[in-house]
């Protein structure tokens, strides 16, 4: 679980309101646990490091609120 004084370092960090890292954390932190345990187990032999860099990319578009692609997901 995280906690409040989480999520606030994570926002400073990511240059964000802590509102927003809060909601974007429960978007898509259930998303990440079932990309990294496909199975809904943890794969001793996978390299999940390399997984969660894979799904960097896209999710820090979406913190920006940016499309795949680089365009704004906003009208």
């Known amino acids: 679980m995280l906690g409040s004084e989480q999520?606030?370092?994570?926002?400073?960090?990511m240059g964000v309101d802590p509102a927003?890292?809060?909601?974007?954390?429960?978007?898509?932190?259930?998303?990440?646990v079932d990309k990294l345990t496909p199975t809904g187990k943890v794969d001793p032999n996978a390299d999940h490091q390399q997984g969660l860099a894979a799904l960097?990319?896209?999710?820090?578009?979406?913190l920006r609120g940016e499309?795949?692609?680089g365009q704004s997901a906003q009208p």
Request: aromatic share 6%; charged share 10%.
């Open 67 to 69: 499309a795949p692609g």
């Open 7 to 13: 999520v606030n370092a994570l926002a400073a960090k």
């Open 56 to 62: 960097l990319p896209s999710l820090l578009q979406s």
């Open 20 to 32: 927003q890292a809060s909601h974007f954390l429960a978007e898509y932190l259930p998303k990440i």
